[in-house]
T-cell receptor, first 113, second 111 residues
Framework: GDSVTQMEGPVTLSEEAFLTINCTYTATGYPSLFWYVQYPGEGLQLLLKATKADDKGSNKGFEATYRKETTSFHLEKGSVQVSDSAVYFCALSVGTSYDKVIFGPGTSLSVIP | DTAVSQTPKYLVTQMGNDKSIKCEQNLGHDTMYWYKQDSKKFLKIMFSYNNKELIINETVPNRFSPKSPDKAHLNLHINSLELGDSAVYFC??????????FGEGSRLTVL
């Protein structure tokens, strides 16, 4: 079945460090891919998305490129801030079945000053 | 105005009790969901309703019963609570596009 795999956390970085969170997926069709972020004590919110191969999603300094050949959607940010501390979820939805979004296990990021 | 709101935010109860969590969205979306997030932050879909009709019903014990009185509301009732039901329950909504809008979550603790 369809699934999402993420690098295990927790990840701890110093402020202004470079961030990569790896995400790979398995899907039977052509999925749309997403990164959601969950700040402490809050619900998830969409960070960025990409709907077809080679698309790049970006928001708040974060970027991810939809790589069909490697079935990956790695999240990157050039310089993290303390306020980026959160749990990051990679997710997919397949074809026209927008009603089911499958989430990865989440990666916890802590940024220290 | 909160887009997706859940009540209560915290719920502590004894094993065997029955409890409900309510969810309302003011986004005009047609589809609403319940997700369960366990202690390791893993998110799993439980139910999805579209225009008050059940469209996704994952493998969830039948002690869990969703109810959608109208398309802006989706409530979750849980009978005979067990220790393993302790989790954070998230309500979400969407409208024809693969982007979910989540509530802040309801943390259920079963003692």
């Amino acid at each position: 079945g369809d699934s999402v795999t993420q690098m295990e956390g927790p990840v701890t970085l110093s402020e202004e460090a470079f961030l990569t969170i790896n995400c790979t997926y398995t899907a039977t069709g052509y999925p749309s891919l997403f990164w959601y972020v969950q700040y402490p004590g809050e619900g998830l919110q969409l960070l960025l998305k990409a709907t077809k191969a080679d698309d790049k999603g970006s928001n708040k300094g974060f970027e991810a490129t939809y790589r069909k050949e490697t079935t990956s959607f790695h999240l990157e940010k050039g310089s993290v801030q303390v306020s980026d501390s959160a749990v990051y979820f990679c997710a997919l939805s397949v074809g026209t079945s927008y009603d089911k979004v499958i989430f990865g296990p989440g990666t916890s990021l802590s940024v220290i000053p | 105005d909160t887009a997706v709101s859940q009540t209560p935010k915290y719920l502590v109860t004894q094993m065997g009790n029955d409890k409900s969590i309510k969810c309302e969205q003011n986004l005009g979306h047609d589809t609403m969901y319940w997700y369960k997030q366990d202690s390791k932050k893993f998110l799993k879909i439980m139910f999805s309703y579209n225009n008050k009709e059940l469209i996704i019903n994952e493998t969830v014990p039948n002690r869990f019963s969703p109810k959608s009185p109208d398309k802006a509301h989706l409530n979750l009732h849980i009978n005979s609570l067990e220790l393993g039901d302790s989790a954070v329950y998230f309500c979400a909504s969407s409208q024809g596009a693969p982007q979910l809008f989540f509530g802040e979550g309801s943390r259920l603790t079963v003692l």
